[in-house]
């Protein structure tokens, strides 16, 4: 079923330039355009015409201002999934058109033209849930499966600045499934919250692990690595006694230096998100970020529990605190209160940012 919200236009939101309402919740993947009311009634569709992001208006008389009813035809976790296999269908034919042209530079140039057909047969897409995984039961909540992390005195460091180039970074926490603890369900996985890392990366240095960190103050999290095989490590001790501090080590030993790959981190924490009037979602930047293109946070809310209000918050490297984001961004926040998007345009180097919401 689609998800459908509603969006106010203002005359804050008219181009000038372009002679329209610039519409941002028509940038959401998989968004479409309902319905348009305008005086109270809905608007004929030859009254109007949308192009990409910008509603024009063609009828007699411009409104001062329209509601729009926006769908999303798919969950976002679920457009991620499909974006991955689009992305990793590129990815996979850039790769194979290199290997080729590398191998035969000779061939003609018709012959060329059919190589590069041919690469599109070797492509493959990813099955999420994994090989041999039973299917949920009907109804349930998906989750990662319990995993046993190798326990470690200490974490290996994140190898992306000297060894890979963070293209995209997309997080996203589905807390749809979320549910308050009690004392006695607070030594079990008893609250799921979904997790899913989208990184779109290039290796610079011949390496064998790619490596992300992960922690929570709740019961554990359960991660997995979904396009590589990877080990899940977790420290013995860590730096605060509520926290839990987890990495995962991809194996990309395959990938050759210069290529671009996907890795893609799904994971369950258990019992986090606890509580119950103020709570947050953090993403962060390497030291090198020269080729980062696009940094994003989406959090999605259970039906129950939508949020009342949030702040956008960064730490700036050598702070001590949180202050306020007033940089370059682009964000939406569904006036159903059901999720937030943010996309992080104005970014520093070795920088956390952090969606802080009530509900």
Excluded at 8 to 23: E, F, H, P, Q
Excluded at 182 to 205: C, G
Excluded at 212 to 225: E, K, S
């Amino acid at each position: 079923m689609p998800l459908t919200f509603n969006s106010t236009l203002s005359s804050a939101d008219w181009d000038v330039r372009a002679g329209g309402w610039r519409c941002e919740a028509l940038k959401l993947p998989g968004s479409t355009l309902a319905a348009v009311f305008a005086d109270g009634e809905e608007a004929d569709p030859r009254k109007y015409r949308v192009s990409d992001s910008l509603i024009t208006w063609s009828g007699a008389e411009r409104p001062d201002e329209l509601l729009v009813k926006i769908e999303l035809t798919k969950d976002l976790p679920d457009l991620e999934r499909e974006k991955l296999k689009v992305e990793r269908d590129k990815v996979a034919v850039e790769r194979s058109k290199y290997r080729l042209e590398k191998r035969w530079k000779w061939i003609s140039a018709s012959g060329v033209v059919l190589a590069a057909l041919v690469t599109f047969t070797g492509t493959w897409f990813l099955k999420p849930g994994g090989v041999g995984e039973p299917k949920a039961n009907a109804g349930a909540p998906q989750v990662v499966p319990p995993v046993s992390p190798k326990m470690v005195s200490q974490l290996p460091e994140s190898s992306a600045d000297e060894y890979f180039d963070i293209i995209k970074d997309i997080s996203v926490f589905d807390l749809r499934a979320w549910k308050p603890t009690p004392p006695e369900q607070q030594q079990k996985r008893y609250s799921p919250v979904n997790y899913i890392n989208y990184l779109h990366v290039r290796k610079k240095k011949q390496t064998a692990k790619f490596v992300a960190h992960y922690a929570t103050g709740g019961y554990a999290i359960d991660l997995r690595c979904i396009t590589q095989e990877a080990d899940i490590l977790q420290k013995a001790s860590a730096s605060h006694a509520d926290e839990k501090a987890y990495s995962v080590e991809v194996n990309v030993e395959r990938e050759p230096v210069g290529s671009e790959f996907l890795v893609v981190i799904e994971g369950t924490y258990w019992n986090g998100f606890a509580n119950p009037k103020e709570e947050t979602a953090s993403t962060y930047t390497d030291r090198d970020i020269s080729m980062l293109g696009e940094l994003a946070l989406v959090v999605l809310f259970p039906e129950d529990k939508p949020f009342k209000g949030f702040d956008l918050l960064t730490k700036r490297e050598g702070a001590d605190h949180y202050s306020h984001y007033l940089d370059n961004s682009r964000q939406y926040a569904d006036e159903q209160k059901r999720f937030i998007y943010w996309s992080i345009r104005g970014r520093e180097p070795n920088a956390h940012y952090r969606i802080r919401w009530d509900w």
